[in-house]
C-alpha cells in the first residue's frame, strides 16, 4: 500500500506563489505515474499536472489553464512530488489532492504526459488527503 501526505497549502493574494509537496510513504518502488489534481467547490475533480519519471526530470503534462504557471517536478529517489505554483488567480482556488497511478492500471506512460491519466481521475489512484489553497 501507499500513503500520500500534502502540505504547503494556504492563503496568498492573486499573484503570488505557493509550492506543494506530496511526501509518499509504503511501497513507493512501484509508483510511476504521479499527479496533482484540484477540486473546487461544486465542481469536478481535475487533473492539473503529472510526471512520468525519467531521463532530465521526467515527462511532464500541464493543464492548459495553469501551462507557463504552474511546474510539476519530482524527487526521484525519494517519489516526493511538488507542485510550485506562480501568478495565482482567484479560480485556482481549490483544494489540491496529491496521486499517484497504482499498479496494475490500465494506462501506459504515454497516458501520463499526454494528459490521458490526469483526464480520467481514475478510481483506483492512490491520494492524499488534500491541502487547500485560497487565492484572493
Known amino acids: 500500500h501507499v500513503q500520500l501526505v500534502e502540505s504547503g497549502g494556504g492563503s496568498v493574494q492573486a499573484g503570488g506563489s505557493l509550492t506543494l509537496s506530496c511526501g509518499a510513504s509504503?511501497?513507493?518502488?512501484?509508483?510511476?505515474?504521479m499527479g496533482w489534481f484540484r477540486q473546487a467547490p461544486g465542481k469536478k475533480r481535475e487533473g492539473v499536472a503529472a510526471i512520468y519519471p525519467g531521463p532530465g526530470g521526467g515527462r511532464t503534462f500541464i493543464l492548459d489553464s495553469v501551462k507557463g504557471r504552474f511546474t510539476i517536478s519530482q524527487d526521484s529517489a525519494t517519489k516526493t512530488l511538488y507542485l510550485q505554483m506562480d501568478s495565482l488567480r482567484p479560480n485556482d482556488t481549490a483544494m489540491y489532492y496529491c496521486?499517484?497511478?497504482?499498479?496494475?492500471?490500465?494506462?501506459?506512460?504515454?497516458?501520463?504526459?499526454?494528459?490521458?491519466?490526469?483526464?480520467?481521475?481514475?478510481?483506483?489512484?492512490?491520494w492524499g488527503q488534500g491541502t487547500q489553497v485560497t487565492v484572493s
Open positions: 509504503g511501497d513507493t518502488y512501484s509508483l510511476q505515474c
Open positions: 496521486a499517484a497511478d497504482p499498479p496494475g492500471s490500465p494506462f501506459a506512460p504515454y497516458d501520463c504526459y499526454s494528459g490521458s491519466w490526469s483526464t480520467r481521475v481514475y478510481e483506483k489512484n492512490y
